[in-house]
């Protein structure tokens, strides 16, 4: 009994985390198993855009996933009539399919079947399977145990990225592997690859994409499906460090380092001890703090600032970057050995127009659902010329731009009905008129130059610093940092 209430204290811990949806609900299988003295469990879901059942989660060695028409064998009839099903002898039942047997070579010769539901009475999502009780056939305790957690895992799966898209019809729809992160399409199929790929591993890796792409909730990812998951994830904006703090930031100080430090403060690198420490925007970096940090990257090695002691932390370093930061290194304003250091494996994150429409839609329908619950709306539907705006528009803000539109839509559509007039109206960026353009002498060294451009921008911003850093694609503290550099 105590393994059966584990299973499900465990089950919900996961839930805000960025997990491996096949990994999660597979090891729920095993611990099922377990639990109930049974040779292997199963867990198929209603699939709802397909209409069919799928074992995309299961203890099935010999094959990836088994897919089968609802109505047919055990499972099919559970899922279609949502009604638990015992069989004790599976040979002699006739309602019994022996066709997944023989595609795996397994023989069944009991098993107990219950629907997966959120609540009593509501529609199937899905059917929880045990097979061969050691010693014997299922009992009545094992019927009541298997109701309850089919329940549990109804809950479950509503609180994650594979839930229903309408909740009053049956069946779950699949976003994507990761419980949190939605995309189907072909231009995250190798992102996920390379996530799965480099979890299994401590090797650092660098995120590469435009702004508003993920690249945060994807190194999350990373860590959340590596062996240190249980230890912190700790993250460091680049952009919003001033240049003097970033040493003190990363790496800490002792009292009385500088002025204001009246106690010793850990960095976010022994803060990250065991775990993962994500360097967002890490060109921004100031060439100075660069030595610093190549240092611990070489040796796990650092001093607080005003410390004399020379401290060590065990620290995986993940790092995203929307810059060109060959041409950084080129102009000398990256180090070339941390860059190498740090892209030991590289993942490029697709921006969302290499996502291609239906990702588009996809992610809208995901956003509308969450920005529903969360403000009291009723469920979003979308007027046809607002899916055509959606999947037309160019989104240099990315998903980030997407979410914002949706939310906004959502507050605006008291009834839930989303039409064109919605959506925000997309701002060109302001055009500079013709003999205004800026004109530079030659002979300016590149950070004068880059000075001057983010000058010009913010005055063409009528002063505004936050929409300068709109459309130079940086942080709003990266253009004061560069106006203050003069």
């Not at 899922?79 to 599976?90: K, Q, S």
């Not at 097979?131 to 994650?160: C, K, M």
């Not at 650092?302 to 810059?323: I, M, N, Q, S």
Request: aromatic share 4%; proline share 5%.
């Amino acid at each position: 009994m105590r393994h059966r209430l584990s299973l499900l204290v465990d089950l919900a811990s996961l839930l805000p985390r960025e997990v491996d949806l096949d990994a999660l609900l597979t090891e729920a299988c095993r611990r099922l198993a377990a639990a109930m003295e049974a040779d292997r469990a199963t867990l198929w879901l209603v699939d709802a855009d397909e209409g069919d059942l799928v074992s995309r989660f299961a203890l099935l060695p010999e094959v990836p996933a088994l897919r089968q028409p609802l109505g047919r064998g055990i499972a099919g009839t559970v899922a279609r009539d949502g009604e638990l099903m015992r069989v004790d002898d599976a040979a002699a039942d006739a309602r019994f399919d022996s066709t997944n047997d023989e595609l795996t070579g397994y023989r069944t010769r009991s098993l107990l079947a219950a629907p997966v539901r959120e609540r009593r009475g509501g529609p199937v999502r899905g059917v929880i399977q045990v097979l061969n009780r050691r010693g014997g056939p299922f009992d009545a305790d094992d019927e009541r145990y298997l109701r309850a957690l089919a329940l549990q895992i109804g809950h479950v799966l509503s609180l994650t990225t594979l839930r229903a898209r309408d909740e009053s019809r049956p069946g779950v729809v699949f976003r994507g592997p990761f419980n949190r992160i939605v995309g189907r399409s072909r231009a995250m199929d190798a992102v996920y690859e390379r996530i799965l790929l480099a979890a299994g591993t401590d090797a650092r890796v660098l995120l590469r994409g435009e702004t508003g792409t993920g690249k945060t909730l994807l190194a999350r990812a990373i860590h959340v499906n590596s062996a240190r998951q249980a230890a912190p994830f700790v993250t460091v904006d680049c952009t919003t460090l001033p240049a003097q703090l970033v040493e003190s930031e990363l790496f800490g100080h002792e009292r009385g380092a500088f002025t204001g430090a009246d106690k010793r403060v850990p960095g976010r690198v022994e803060i990250a001890r065991g775990g993962t420490l994500f360097l967002d925007e890490v060109g921004e970096l100031p060439p100075e703090s660069q030595g610093k940090l190549l240092r611990f990257l070489q040796e796990g090695a650092f001093e607080r600032v005003g410390g004399r002691e020379t401290l060590r932390a065990d620290v995986r370093v993940l790092a995203a970057t929307h810059r060109d930061l060959e041409a950084d290194v080129r102009a000398g304003r990256f180090r070339e050995d941390l860059y190498y250091r740090l892209r030991v494996v590289e993942l490029e994150v697709p921006s969302l127009r290499e996502r291609g429409p239906d990702e588009v839609e996809r992610l809208a329908r995901h956003f509308a659902e969450r920005f529903s619950g969360r403000h009291g709306r009723p469920a979003t539907t979308f007027d046809p010329e607002a899916l055509a705006t959606l999947r037309g528009h160019h989104w240099p803000g990315n998903v980030r731009e997407l979410e914002h539109w949706i939310e906004s839509a959502v507050v605006l559509a008291p009834d839930g009905h989303v039409g064109p007039e919605h959506l925000p109206r997309p701002r060109a960026l302001r055009s500079i008129p013709p003999g205004t353009g800026l004109e530079l002498p030659l002979g300016l060294d590149l950070e004068e130059v880059r000075r001057r451009y983010v000058e010009a921008t913010v005055a063409r911003c009528e002063g505004n610093q936050s929409e300068a850093a709109r459309q130079l694609g940086v942080g709003r503290n990266t253009v004061a940092r560069i106006l203050r550099s003069e």
